[in-house]
């Protein structure tokens, strides 16, 4: 669902219209009385924000919505005959994903509708969770969690433990591990993938079973 938040029925028509003939759900919304009233029945996929609007103006919506836990993360792109340099760089630094001035071709604006939502589908796509039995790492998050209990590791460590989920039951190598966590100029050794592997055992506790040293090659998790 996309919410079109513009004040002339005939663009708001027009832009939902659009949309919807091109696979998209949209709804046309008024101003921010309506907009408030929606996000309580439904969470977009994206919003569509005109500045000049009766009551709360688009800048003071979009302020609320990047201060608010539960709308920070929807993107949001402002739709406006604002055109001024400093009215875009208003927007975006505020948090806008994108800044769109009237009049504009309706190729160009789905266009642009489907580069704001592919960038933030691929966003999003970090928060995911891997899982190995109770053990959890929320990547996005940069978290790591047993037993539902929070795990705190340095980056190296999360990055190592991380690129082991993602290889549930293949072993990787010290020469792979060595590559992909410190790059392939690091000036170090194999020795330094053990020191890691053996802190990060001791961080996990009971999980650090999980880690399976396979003798001569290197290791995983999920043999």
Known sequence: M???????????????????????SAKGIDGGKELWASL??????LILLDIMLPGE???????????????REIPVIMVTAKEAEFDKVRGLEAGADDYITKPFGMMEFVARVKAVLRRCGQKNSEDRMLQYK???VLVGRHEVRYKDVKIDLT???FELLQYLMENKGIVMTRNQILCRIWGYDFDGE??????????????L??????????RGVGYRIGG
């Open 2 to 24: 996309i919410y079109c938040v513009e004040d002339e029925r005939n663009i708001r028509e027009l832009l939902v219209y659009t949309l919807e003939t091109t696979g998209f």
């Open 40 to 45: 309580k029945k439904e969470t977009p996929e």
């Open 57 to 71: 103006d688009g800048y003071a919506i979009l302020e609320k919505l990047k201060k608010k836990p539960s709308t």
């Open 134 to 136: 109770e053990l959890c």
């Open 155 to 157: 980056r190296k460590e």
């Open 190 to 203: 194999t020795r330094t993938v053990d020191v890691h592997v053996r802190t990060l055992r001791q961080k």
């Open 205 to 214: 506790g009971e999980a650090g079973n999980y880690i399976e040293t396979v």
